[in-house]
């Protein structure tokens, strides 16, 4: 396998985009990427686009195809990848494996989704149709309802609180409040949302045990990057960031089928493998991005990934471990809980904010001297996540 | 770039399938293929599954997962590649890149579409959502109104006539009685579908200049191939089938923008990529697989594929070159105008007869001696088109 690099990388701001269409939020990402790479030689020889509810929300298929048209890189070849949440993390696979394989130099991956039109309700039933047809769907399943009975699991058996879960949420707004693309800028206290008799309105139950800050908002929004095999990246990038290692791995579709429910198989077996490809360690990762659509996630994969021993990544957040200035900064960007969740570009943007991090780019929410970064892109309930680790040279 | 081949390969028949699921039929397929490979050793580590409207038709995302999972498959990757009509081509390149790039061994590539519970206008509403949103869709263009409009220059270009046009129907059709896996089982002539008074109300004009059997059927159904490195195919396999040449190409979203609207260009191009890796030309190949979703589409691409001059396409035809006993018989299978067109299944369909062509199997239609085989998947009206070129060892 060739080895891979990133060499330009852009986002829109996620949020409502009511006047514009899904087209010109992917044309604007993919934009800012190509624009991102400064001046280079060669074409942009194939198109990934990752978008989970396009044909379902804005009635185009094909759009990989009308994208590459858009962008005028005709004869460029052209798919969209649709892998429920995880169809950024599975697009910048398809992408690194045709550069990897030699099939070609220069691959834009770009992912969006238009979500904000339409009702919440819509929305509601529309992700839900990645969970299980008779055993989940059909018995009126829905995420968020998996994740509230996910989240009373994890409170009997490793005593996370719902101030923990608040926690996450307090420190990605927090984060998001430094990143001028996230949906959310508003600062929120444990007292604000919590702790308080205004609580109770400001933060109301959703599904039982979880309130309204414990979801990621829906967003409209694109992300893309720009990737080259390494060889060339580095004549034509001052900055290339390489990506270092890749897993993947599904799970049973419907959760009540897992041994232990509150274990993310998926996510373990996806980060051993790129761990094993990187030949790195959880203790080497400097900066990482989570998938934390529901703030319980980012606390149940910041241990599953390895970063924290089972049922003590609540610990380690209390402890501001996690923190911006911590010794392992979850989500910096804000997360899906405050960047946003546009979910074909989720994957694509947590790409983004990693390079900004390994190359300084991150301004006022920088890690300090982040050399080795690692993201979790995380399909249906966990039945389908990947894993990548990326590295300044 | 690894060598790779196909091993086993499978497909439900095609036509309506009342009673059974989407899922139910990427099973059925994806266990055939699995069954064909014979004893094998390893694991399927990734899965591909091709389909265009999944969400759309039968309210399920994530389906690769989902697949994965039905099959026992997991943690095995899973990702659904959707590039309208061209998403089996598409699922197959990813396949084939994921092979070749050394990532993984053994991979199954599967494609479906359910499409006959819902009324002939959803259908051709939804598949019109891969033309240009503002251009063409907003118009009020479909895909049989372009297919018409670019057979009216067709005639006027190169005298292409309905009786050639006709010629084609009645040739699939006669192939497609060889295989018992086509959706359409009935024998015609020109007599009965243009030369008589008959043909008014057997063959009534639908888009003019086309007829009822100038169109591919609406088709339930699904295919499926198992593909893995060259190496590996030659210690499982007795008679592997190696995938030698593969090209890729896109064209303006909408028709009207082409210089000539006549020449397909990205079956040109899609053509001369796979033709150039395989070191072959159009003259070494013996048996094809062409997309005909509109009779015209069958001349025009023998002739941007290279095996005809450029409007010579119908007088092959009319002596009988493109014939199951000419000199390069065309779609052995019956094609999409008589096997069917379950629009994610079409290009891996395509691959299977390719397959069973290659190793003696097509039985009552089987093209004596085959050892090199050339198949086009076409997306959109040709804006995206993949081209593939398979050889018997």
């Not at 990897?100 to 991956?109: E, I, K």
């Not at 982040?370 to 894993?387: D, I, M, R, S």
Request: charged share 20%; with cysteine; proline share 4%.
């Amino acid at each position: 396998m060739r080895e891979v690099a990133v060499i330009g990388c852009g986002m829109t701001k996620f949020g409502r985009h009511d006047d514009r269409t899904l087209m010109d939020l992917l044309v604007e990402a993919s934009l800012k990427a190509i624009d991102d790479c400064g001046p280079y030689d060669g074409n942009i020889e194939s198109v990934y686009v990752s978008s989970m509810l396009a044909g379902e929300l804005t009635h185009q298929t094909a759009i990989a195809t009308a994208l590459t048209d858009q962008l005028g890189f005709i004869p460029a070849a052209a798919e969209r990848i649709e892998n429920g949440p995880a169809s950024g993390g599975s697009a910048i696979k398809s992408g690194f494996l045709a550069v990897a394989s030699g099939m070609y130099d220069l691959v834009l991956v770009t992912g969006g989704e238009k979500m904000r039109h339409v009702s919440a309700d819509r929305i509601t039933d529309l992700v839900s149709t990645m969970t299980h047809p008779q055993g989940e769907y059909a018995q009126g399943v829905t995420l968020p309802s998996l994740a509230a009975m996910f989240t009373r699991l994890y409170m009997a058996k490793y005593g996370v609180t719902s101030e923990d879960l608040a926690r996450v949420a307090v420190k990605n707004h927090s984060n998001a409040l430094m990143n001028p693309y996230a949906h959310i800028h508003s600062k929120i206290a444990l007292e604000g949302i919590l702790l308080s008799k205004e609580a109770e309105i400001n933060n109301p139950i959703i599904a039982d045990p979880l309130r309204l800050y414990d979801f990621c908002p829906i967003s409209d929004g694109a992300a893309s990057i720009v990737i080259c095999s390494y060889e060339k990246a580095k004549k034509m990038s001052k900055a290339p960031v390489k990506i270092v290692g890749f897993g993947q791995a599904t799970d049973t579709l419907a959760v009540h089928e897992r041994e232990d429910p509150t274990t993310l198989k998926a996510v373990k077996l996806a980060s051993q493998g790129a761990f094993e490809m990187a030949g790195l360690r959880p203790e080497n990762i400097d900066v990482t991005e989570l998938h934390d659509a529901f703030t319980i996630l980012e606390i149940a994969e910041s241990e599953d990934v390895g970063f924290f021993k089972k049922g003590k990544g609540h610990m380690a957040l209390r402890n501001g471990e996690t923190s911006l200035n911590g010794k392992l900064p979850i989500n910096t960007s804000g997360g899906l809980k405050a960047r946003g969740h546009p979910v074909g570009a989720t994957g694509i943007s947590q790409f983004v904010e990693l390079t900004w991090q390994l190359r300084g780019e991150a301004s006022g929410r920088q890690v300090n001297g982040a050399k080795k970064a690692f993201c979790c892109n995380f399909g249906g309930f966990g039945n389908n996540v990947t894993a990548f680790i990326l590295s300044k040279e």
